[in-house]
């Protein structure tokens, strides 16, 4: 099973071709290179550091807030 991630594009290094993002409080190191005209403060899908997809804050946020419930246990009938 693959997973992809929602994060937010805190630094962009190297001609867009890398950088840092953030989620949950983790920062860890991606590459950009599979996604055009990334800004800093745009969200991204990361599998395996890669930025693969693109998307807005919107489903970015549901996407980290549905994550946050499976790893803590939470259920969604509250």
Same mark, same amino acid.
């Given at each position: 099973m693959?997973?992809?991630? /929602?994060?937010?594009?805190?630094?962009?290094?190297?001609?867009?071709m890398d950088g840092v993002?953030e989620a949950g409080g983790?920062?860890r190191?991606?590459?950009?290179?599979?996604?055009d005209?990334l800004?800093v403060g745009?969200?991204v899908?990361?599998? /395996?550091?890669? /930025?693969?997809?693109?998307?807005?804050?919107?489903?970015a946020?549901?996407n980290m807030?549905?994550l946050?419930q499976v790893?803590t246990g939470?259920?969604?009938?509250?």
């Amino acid at each position: 099973m693959c997973l992809g991630i /929602a994060m937010k594009v805190v630094e962009i290094n190297n001609d867009g071709m890398d950088g840092v993002v953030e989620a949950g409080g983790v920062k860890r190191h991606c590459f950009f290179h599979l996604v055009d005209d990334l800004k800093v403060g745009d969200y991204v899908i990361v599998h /395996a550091g890669c /930025a693969i997809e693109k998307m807005d804050e919107k489903s970015a946020m549901e996407n980290m807030r549905l994550l946050e419930q499976v790893l803590t246990g939470e259920s969604s009938e509250s």
